[in-house]
């Protein structure tokens, strides 16, 4: 059973289309992130999402916008798409720092390959 | 503010010799510290954390890390290096707040040379 599942895992797709990413989680964890890697394999938070609220957003352009409907999902919609979106888009879960601070280790998902042409 | 360092992009060692990836973190306050792997095309697998639980924290596939307050370092060891060990290897950093982030390090592409 996959713990944090996204779909799709590649998306390729023309510059100024709308797309989305979705994410579930089956751990139970409270906390959902998404992050970047760009080429060079450097990984950026974007957002994070405790019980369903925007906790963090690390000045991600307005054309991103994640919606969590529950606590075990949290999607990535992407407006407008350009050429330097294009990275992997890992989804992540894990258990809020604020109550359990020994269990803050996060779990990924398989990413989504996205490519703007 | 928070910040992990790791030290070479890329580390080259020779099957069966040791591995040391390294990290360093800045911040006032130690952080919960971890090690991640990525292979190709997968995400990240935790290979082990540090919660100030004990200062030498041993991980999956024979890897360890040990947490040195002095230095501010969480250096990554396995003292015999297998094929299968080559992958990206990223050093991590949360620190407790209501705002909990965790940070990643570049990374490190380790390389296991026949």
């Known amino acids: 059973d996959t713990a944090v599942s996204q779909t799709p895992k590649y998306l390729v797709t023309q510059m100024g289309n709308d797309k989305s990413i979705k994410c579930e989680q089956n751990?139970?964890?409270?906390?959902m992130y998404w992050y970047k890697q760009d080429s060079k394999k450097f990984l950026k938070i974007m957002f994070s999402y405790n019980n369903k609220e925007l906790i963090i957003n690390e000045t991600v352009p307005n054309r991103f916008s994640p919606k969590s409907p529950d606590k075990a999902h949290l999607n990535l919609h992407i407006n407008s798409l350009e050429l330097g979106d294009s990275a992997v888009y890992f989804c992540?879960?894990?258990?809020?720092?604020?109550?359990?601070?020994?269990?803050?280790?996060?779990?990924f998902g398989q990413g989504t390959r996205l490519t703007v042409v | 503010a928070q910040s992990v360092t790791q030290l070479g992009s890329h580390v080259s060692v020779s099957e069966g010799a040791l591995v040391l990836l390294r990290c360093n973190y800045s911040?006032?306050?130690?952080?919960?510290l971890f090690w991640y792997v990525q292979y190709p095309n997968q995400g990240l697998q935790l290979l082990l954390k540090?919660?100030?639980?004990?200062?030498l924290v041993k991980g999956i596939n024979g890897f360890e890390a040990e947490f040195k307050k002095s230095e501010t370092s969480f250096h990554l060891t396995k003292p015999s290096a297998h094929m299968s060990d080559a992958a990206e290897y990223f050093c991590a950093a949360v620190k407790y707040s209501s705002a909990s982030k965790i940070i990643f390090g570049s990374g490190t592409r380790l390389s296991i040379r026949p």
């Open positions: 992540a879960s894990s258990q809020w720092a604020g109550t359990t601070p020994m269990n803050t280790e996060a779990f």
């Open positions: 911040s006032s306050v130690p952080p919960y």
């Open positions: 751990l139970g964890h409270d906390t």
């Open positions: 540090y919660t100030s639980a004990a200062t």
